[in-house]
């Protein structure tokens, strides 16, 4: 069975600070892995996926992840907040095995202060 | 380039009442996936449709819920005898066949439901 833990339901960075929101999963194999980010009142939007092959992987707006297998992780980061970061952010899994099912974490509320 | 779409955007339903949801798939998208989003959490894994096949509802409650994708027209998500419970946000996505396992899914804005 697969399940995604998002630790920190709110976290709160100053504009221009380090942003980190950690994601740890549990699969019996290595999953695919993604983060989506929803503005108020949106729908989700693709931030960038690891399917294989290098564990660093860039998306849009500036952000990055790294998968760790053997922490079971994939935390995303950003080296400086801007305001339009605010939103949140769910990690997702998806198994090689079982289709194209995505297995959603409880979100993190991002707010950046000015 | 139309993206996913759905409507309405916001339903209000009192309980006991029907509640339909539509849900039009990105163009050249054959695969329907809908989620609910409750409160506070994230979004939970509903039902994975093709055009005319149900390929896995192990999300969907056992009662009152049903989702279809005809041949013609959008999916719908179909609530009957809604419950205040039922209020939540309800998204959904699309994607082409998923060839090696998995395919990315594209999410509509979603529609919001209130059970009154």
């Known amino acids: ?114 | 380039n139309a993206g996913v779409m759905q409507n309405p955007r916001h339903l209000v339903r009192r309980r006991g009442q029907e509640a339909r949801l539509r849900c039009s798939p990105m163009k050249g998208h054959s695969h329907v996936y809908w989620y609910r989003q409750l409160p506070e959490e994230g979004l939970k894994f509903m039902v994975y449709l093709q055009k005319e096949n149900i390929i896995d509802e192990s999300g969907m409650p056992k009662e009152r819920f049903s989702a279809e994708f005809p041949k013609e027209g959008p999916s719908i998500l179909r609530i009957q005898q809604v419950v205040r419970g039922d209020s939540a946000a309800y998204f959904c996505a699309s994607s082409t066949p998923a060839g090696r396992g998995w395919n990315e899914q594209y999410f509509g804005p979603g529609t919001r439901l209130t059970v009154t």
């Open chain 1, 1 to 114: 069975a697969q399940s995604v833990t998002q630790l920190g339901s709110h976290v709160s960075v100053s504009e221009g600070a380090l942003v980190l929101l950690r994601c740890n999963y549990s699969s019996s194999v290595p999953p695919y892995l993604f983060w989506y980010v929803q503005y108020p009142n949106q729908g989700l939007q693709l931030l960038l996926k690891y399917t294989t092959g290098a564990t660093l992987v860039k998306g849009i707006n500036g952000f990055e992840a790294e998968f760790k297998k053997s922490e079971t992780s994939f935390h995303l980061t950003k080296p400086s907040a801007h305001m339009s970061d605010a939103a949140e952010y769910f990690c997702a899994v998806s198994g090689r095995n079982t289709g194209n099912q995505f297995y959603f974490g409880t979100g993190t509320s991002l707010t950046v202060i000015p």
